[in-house]
């Protein structure tokens, strides 16, 4: 990969040799940044953190990344993770050796600036770290951001509990990264020692993985997991082997139950094959992920993950450090898209259908009753139809991130004392639009990431939106910076850190107050469902047979899915 950027650098550093450059160190060998035409801060662009192993080794932990000696170009090449190029808005190259990071720093000639590490979203099947536009939150706070790439989908998450595809290829890219981190970053004036790692989504997923993993201990000191988390199917696969052999279907191999033949033809397959068929895995009525990490069966190599989160949060097997930790009001509305497939009349026919992935019943009856009751709970006697789209919004919210979210965070407090500043998200302006079906607005998924985020065209906002933007800005700000998202005295708000029952959390709505028990009792009833029925997640075991209960494939979603993905804030 390293000879292909140095070439396709050549044309690019044509256009930026106007600009001033600045050479970095690294133990990998030189590399030059150019100025931002702001003047503001350098930056350097897709450098290599590491290797993809090639060929029948593509689904294996990342290699150390090349070296060289004479100063890399680092210039915009935008090289992306094989994926479901539609998605993408910019140029892009993409390519299997994709494992790069882009570096932002100040203009300045100050050393131990804090570090932000920003992962990427897109359900672990699309996105960049390209795709990343925070330069705005960050330059004018001396502090280095981080965005980056990883493998993604069956490329990155296959897990088959082999030799040859151990699993969680992809979030060890991430842990590779922050190593990376760890090693160069006091070359570009960046504290190792000061890093905080954020995300939304499947960024906040891996985040939060990120600080429950042995790989990772010591790497990072603070986290800012965002609708997103690593309790559930939205994090872990709970079958990775049927997983594999669904998505072995959609790619029309049929001899799946074959785990050795299973694994050749996954070896054989190439990343850009696979990325075409996982869309379809982030539109699972069960509010699961296809493709996420997985629990690793030990086969001689360091694993990412040893045991199931849950047991993990329980046992207090993690170093505790203070967490920014919250999601958007009303994230079932990412669900919206859906009803155009029939999700109503699906949830009025067969509501079972629609329970989380981990939770097991010992019978068809048992599953219907436990179905029946959370109906009732959301919907009462009436029908799942236009009239209670806020109802399906709830519940969505609920079983995608809203519980799981809340119970990994009382298992971490259960296990021991860690700040944790709980929040949600609830602004809404003039010009918010209402929630289809509705006159009501509310704030979709990952929402409270984007207005943090660079926007290329601010005009039409109202004066509400860009205070809530400079708030939002300071308070994620002074997290990264001092632990704590208003440090003593601030002119902000007061914002302790949460408890075991969910309170204080800040709601950060168009007025910011303090509230108590996150959820209520929407919570109480899916802990109460999840004490009796929660199942422990497989670990992969290719001598035995997988489960027999497959995964539908969903295909009719597809262009759903691309469409609300595209259109939301999915980083």
Not at 245 to 260: E, P, W, Y
Request: with cysteine.
């Amino acid at each position: 990969m390293l000879c292909l950027l140095v070439l396709l650098g050549a044309a690019a550093t044509a256009t930026a040799q106007t600009a001033e450059s600045r050479v970095v160190t690294t133990h990998h060998g030189p590399i030059r940044g150019y100025k931002d035409p702001d003047g503001s801060m350098y930056s350097f662009y897709d450098v290599p953190y590491a290797t993809v192993p090639t060929g029948m080794d593509k689904f294996k932990a990342p290699l150390p990344p090349p070296t060289w000696t004479q100063p890399f170009e680092a210039v915009f090449r935008g090289v992306i993770c094989p994926q479901l190029v539609m998605l993408i808005s910019e140029p892009y190259i993409m390519q299997e050796d994709c494992l790069v990071a882009n570096i932002f720093v100040p203009d300045t000639n100050d050393t131990n600036l804090p570090v932000v590490v920003n992962v990427h979203g897109g359900g672990f099947v699309f996105g960049s770290g390209s795709s990343i536009h925070l330069t705005n939150f960050v330059k004018n706070n001396n502090m280095i951001l981080i965005t980056f790439n990883y493998r993604l989908g069956a490329y990155g998450f296959l897990c088959l509990g082999t030799e040859n595809v151990p699993g969680n290829a992809g979030m060890k890219d991430q842990a590779a990264l922050l190593r990376w981190v760890n090693q160069n970053i006091a070359q570009f004036g960046g504290n190792p020692n000061d890093v905080t790692v954020m995300g939304c989504s499947a960024g906040g997923i891996s985040t939060d993985l990120l600080t429950i993993s042995n790989m990772t201990r010591s790497l990072f000191h603070r986290a800012i997991p965002e609708s997103g988390c690593s309790y559930g199917a939205i994090a872990i696969q709970y079958d990775p082997i049927q997983n594999a052999k669904d998505h072995a279907r959609l790619m029309n191999f049929s001899n799946v139950d074959d785990i050795a033949a299973l694994e050749q033809f996954y070896m054989t397959v190439s990343a850009t094959t696979l990325a075409m068929h996982s869309i379809s895995t982030l539109s699972l009525p069960d509010s699961s992920f296809t493709f996420a990490a997985c629990l690793e069966r030990d086969v001689g190599v360091e694993m990412f993950l040893q045991d199931d989160p849950a047991d993990i949060l329980k046992n207090g097997d993690f170093p505790a450090m203070p967490l920014l930790y919250g999601l958007a009001k009303d994230e079932g509305m990412f669900r919206i898209p859906n009803i155009l497939g029939g999700w109503l009349s699906k949830m009025n026919e067969h509501f079972s259908d629609f329970l989380p992935n981990e939770l097991r019943f010992e019978s068809v009856e048992e599953k219907e009753r436990v179905a029946n009751t959370v109906r009732t709970f959301y919907f009462g006697d009436r029908p799942v139809n236009v009239s209670t789209i806020l109802e399906y919004v709830d519940f969505h919210t609920d079983v995608l991130f809203g519980y799981r979210m809340m119970k990994g965070l009382t298992l971490r407090l259960g296990a021991k004392a860690q700040p944790i500043y709980l929040y949600q998200y609830s602004f809404v302006d003039e010009n918010t639009s209402p929630i289809l079906f509705t006159n009501v607005t509310g704030t979709n998924h990952c929402e409270q990431y984007g207005i943090i985020s660079d926007h290329n065209n601010m005009t039409g906002r109202t004066d509400a939106y860009i205070n809530m933007q400079h708030m939002m800005r300071s308070l994620w700000t002074n997290f990264i910076l001092t632990g704590k998202p208003v440090p003593d005295g601030s002119s902000l708000p007061t914002w302790p850190a949460t408890n075991i029952t969910r309170s204080p959390y800040m709601d950060l709505g168009p007025v910011v107050r303090l509230e108590n028990s996150m959820f209520g009792a929407r919570f109480e009833l899916w802990d109460g469902i999840y004490e009796k029925h929660y199942r422990k997640p497989m670990r992969p075991n290719p001598n035995m047979p997988g489960s027999a209960a497959g995964v539908a494939s969903n295909v009719y979603v597809l262009s759903l899915a691309v469409c609300s993905l595209a259109s939301r804030y999915f980083y």
